[in-house]
């Protein structure tokens, strides 16, 4: 039986990165929203476990940078991606990855590291920090059911405790419910691409790794057993903490039937990938799942929007789907607060399909790339699907000769590996997003020139042109104190003009176009004895707005608008009414 309705502003159906990002930025940004979710409390089992910087930017923001942080890998023990027979046997090559790959770049590009933290050990303090602030969530409750009409949203759900039903009456909703969405199935929304692709497991386990380990630390150790099995007998150790918790992935052929899931099973197949038959494992749990390579044709009908895996589903290859889940949720979030506080018209919603699932279907082509990336290196350590072991192995040792057929295979083993940047480094990709349209004001301006030689996808270029996010400067507050970022200077929730020392007149246009729209708008100059000051003196060529100009910063930190001009009033008012959907 179904009980009387509640009534909310915002449903949050999910709580997983895209979810709870939604759910704390809401509570930030004081809106009341409630979030449901089918379990009783976060992940059970650690799939995502690296979160780039874009991520911890959006964690530094909520005041959790720190605490997430500190709950993952120390950064010097998430070093390398390492490829072996077994662990016990022999190394076959080793990479350095992300942060450890090229740490000054990666230092200039934000404020914030990147983290080796499980969705385990993340998902919790973003979860207890949501109900210590006061965002609601219900655990245990299932969404059934989903209509809408003009005015809004109204969900049927189950108290799966209590075995009871009720129904959720909502302004919005967000469909944050992951890969088996129930919330875009009842929106009617298809995914595009293809499904169930490819087979795997993942196999989460305590296992005491670290005299295999140890004196190599890495985030992933692969191995390649020539002659055994599907894919070259191979399976990948993910390292959730140093050294005794793991998760084994490996992949398998379902046209030879699903391999046998038993603990027992796996710890023998641990064991032997490991290379050490007495090994004490304890196995947490097994979980089959499909690869998929699935975009969906749209991200949102009417009043109700999907986020996170609901609308973009890939292989895990590149890290990108927990990254890109939370970042769906940043920029919905505070849409959908500007336009029940009044601030933005409810067109504004209309962009971020516009934005948002570009981006999804370039994660998903990177992702899939990835995966055809990181099998060549098996292949140019000479290992293939079709040899014995006695053939793989002598392939293998190829690699040792001296001549020109060893030189050849050796330097096809350095440019594969080379290659494995694109999969394990790729900050500007990472880094690099642009809205090409969306609630933003274009102007002519060319992408920041990359040096010669470089690579857009692996090096990151900051950028200031609107549709960018705003480039990372160190900052102090005038006349002196600790530094803080360009980021942290934009207050949350709140858009932002910042000017340079002939910001005067944009700060009077400001207060004018805030009173007349009735919007908080701050304004934030940046220059020698302004508000801050830049600290390496390289923000005035970042923005490239010259003594004059402005640039206006969106509460998820992405350029609205540039100006190299003098300030003017009406002007500023054209552009806010533009970018916000006000009539």
Not at 100 to 116: E, L, T, V
């Amino acid at each position: 039986m179904t009980s009387s309705m509640l009534h909310v502003p915002v449903l949050v159906v999910g709580a997983g990165p895209a979810g709870l990002t939604a759910a704390l930025l809401l509570q930030r940004y004081g809106v009341d929203a409630l979030t449901i979710n089918r379990y009783g409390w976060t992940a059970h089992t650690p799939r995502a476990h690296y979160q780039n910087q874009r991520s911890l930017e959006i964690l530094r923001e909520l005041g959790l940078e720190a605490e997430v942080v500190a709950a993952g890998m120390p950064e010097a023990l998430a070093a390398n991606v390492v490829w072996t027979e077994t662990l016990a046997g022999t190394e076959y090559a080793r990479i350095p990855t992300y942060m450890n790959a090229r740490i000054d770049a990666y230092r200039r590009a934000s404020p914030c590291p990147s983290s080796n933290v499980a969705q385990t050990l993340l998902e919790p303090i973003m979860a207890r920090a949501a109900l210590e602030r006061g965002a609601r969530i219900r655990w245990g409750h299932e969404l059934l059911t989903l209509a809408q009409d003009a005015q809004g949203v109204t969900a049927e759900v189950l108290d799966r405790a209590e075995e009871r039903r009720y129904r959720i009456r909502a302004d919005y909703l967000i469909g944050a419910d992951g890969a088996r969405s129930v919330a875009a199935e009842q929106l009617g929304i298809a995914l595009q691409g293809p499904a169930g692709w490819a087979a795997a497991v993942n196999v989460w386990f305590k296992a005491d790794l670290a005299k295999y380990c140890a004196h190599r630390p890495g985030i992933l150790y692969w191995t390649n057993r020539p002659g055994a099995g599907f894919w070259v007998g191979s399976g990948g150790f993910i390292n959730v903490t140093p050294w005794n918790e793991w998760v084994l992935s490996f992949m398998y052929d379902p046209s030879a039937g699903q391999p046998d899931l038993a603990p027992a099973a796996m710890a023998a197949r641990i064991r032997q990938l490991v290379g050490d038959e007495e090994l004490a494992v304890e196995v947490l749990s097994v979980n089959p799942w499909q690869m998929n390579a699935q975009v969906a044709e749209r991200m949102g009908t009417g009043r109700a929007f999907i986020a996170g895996d609901a609308a973009h589903r890939h292989p895990p290859s590149g890290a990108l789907g927990s990254n890109t889940s939370m970042q769906d949720s940043y920029n919905l979030a505070w849409k959908i607060a500007a336009v029940l506080q009044g601030h933005a018209g409810p067109a504004l919603l209309d962009s971020y399909d516009r934005e948002r699932r570009p981006v999804a279907a370039a994660i998903v082509e990177r992702s899939m790339a990835n995966i055809e990336i990181f099998k060549e290196v098996a292949a140019a350590i000479g290992f293939s699907g079709e040899q014995t072991a006695a053939q793989g192995w002598e392939s293998f040792h190829a690699l040792a000769r001296p001549g020109g057929d060893g030189q050849a295979r050796r330097q096809a083993l350095r440019r594969a590996l080379q290659r494995q940047q694109y999969h394990f480094g790729a900050l500007g990709f990472e880094m690099g997003v642009h809205y090409a349209e969306g609630a933003l004001v274009p102007d002519d301006a060319a992408a920041a020139a990359l040096p010669a030689g470089h690579d857009p996808l692996l090096d990151f270029v900051p950028d200031a042109r609107p549709g960018a996010h705003l480039p990372h400067a160190w900052l102090r507050p005038t006349p002196t104190g600790p530094r803080r970022s360009t980021l942290d200077v934009c207050r949350p929730g709140r858009m932002t003009l910042l000017v340079g020392h002939g910001g005067a007149a944009w700060r009077r246009a400001a207060a004018e176009v805030a009173a007349a729209l009735q919007l908080p708008l701050d304004v934030v100059a940046i220059g020698i004895g302004l508000d801050w000051t830049d600290i390496d003196h390289d923000w005035a060529e970042l923005s490239g707005t010259g003594d004059d100009g402005c640039l206006l910063v969106r509460p998820d930190k992405v350029v609205a608008w540039r100006c190299r001009g003098a300030a003017a009033a009406p002007l500023l008012h054209d552009v806010m009414c533009r970018v916000l959907a006000r009539d």
